[in-house]
């Protein structure tokens, strides 16, 4: 098993640029989520998906969207990039107690 | 809204010394999660705790649930330099979601061998 793979690794983009960081696990998992992290502010929770063709807001959803079209993928996108956008993604999965959790994707907005 | 207020923020300790770090909520939680990053990596689980009371351990690691379940603590016994890296705990308040967990802030361990 892969666990969660996450890409791209890292990313740069300009301020309004769209693009779309990818998700997918290979556990069967039903619970899926993203997390952006930024110093002295822990992991804060973007969106996240009780299962294929549904989703819900996090804490920070303005300026993010997500799908799940299938139970293994969970694409996250920037409509519109910001500086403020600046930091680590991660996507974690799980079946209802420990989190999976991929690498990462280290995104900057200039 | 719900949060999960975890202290301190940083802990400079000598290896071979202890290290505890805690979490609270003005909530009550359904369960409480801790998980370990390493610098560069991404968190890795390490307990979840779920009954009032609960106190689990794992080697070295000491993992506590409050009676009221509005706090946690994770305690480190005779530090090591494998033990360096940021340590959170992550709650789940009561009818949410398995997929939806509240990070505390992470407490920064640096062990000085």
Redo the contacts between chains.
């Keep these: 098993n892969a666990g969660v793979t996450q890409t791209p690794k890292f990313q740069v983009l300009k301020t309004g640029q769209s693009m779309t960081l990818q998700c997918a696990q290979d556990m069967n998992h039903e619970y899926m989520s993203w997390y952006r992290q930024d110093p002295g502010m822990g992991l804060r929770l973007i969106h996240y998906s009780v299962g294929a063709g549904i989703t819900d807001q996090g804490e920070v959803p303005n300026g993010y969207n997500v799908s799940r079209s299938t139970t293994e993928d969970f694409p996250l996108r920037l409509l519109s990039a910001a500086p403020s956008q600046t930091s680590v993604y991660f996507c974690a999965s799980t079946t209802g107690s420990e989190q999976y959790f991929g690498p990462g994707t280290r995104l900057t907005v200039t | ?1 719900q949060q999960v207020m ?1 202290i301190p ?1 940083y802990q400079h300790v000598q290896e071979g010394e202890d290290f505890t770090t805690y979490c609270n909520s003005s909530t009550t939680l359904s369960n409480i ?1 801790w ?1 370990k990053q390493r610098p560069g ?5 390490l307990i ?1 705790l779920v009954k009032s009371g609960e106190v689990k351990k794992q080697k070295r690691l000491t993992f506590q649930f409050g009676e009221a379940k509005k706090n946690s603590s994770l305690h480190i016994t005779a530090t090591q330099t494998t033990d360096v890296g940021t340590y ?1 705990c ?1 709650g789940i308040f009561g009818g949410t ?10 407490t920064i361990l640096t062990v000085h061998p």
């Design positions: 809204g975890q923020q999660q998980y990596g991404h968190p890795v689980f979840q959170f992550a979601s398995y997929g939806k967990l509240t990070f505390g802030q992470g």
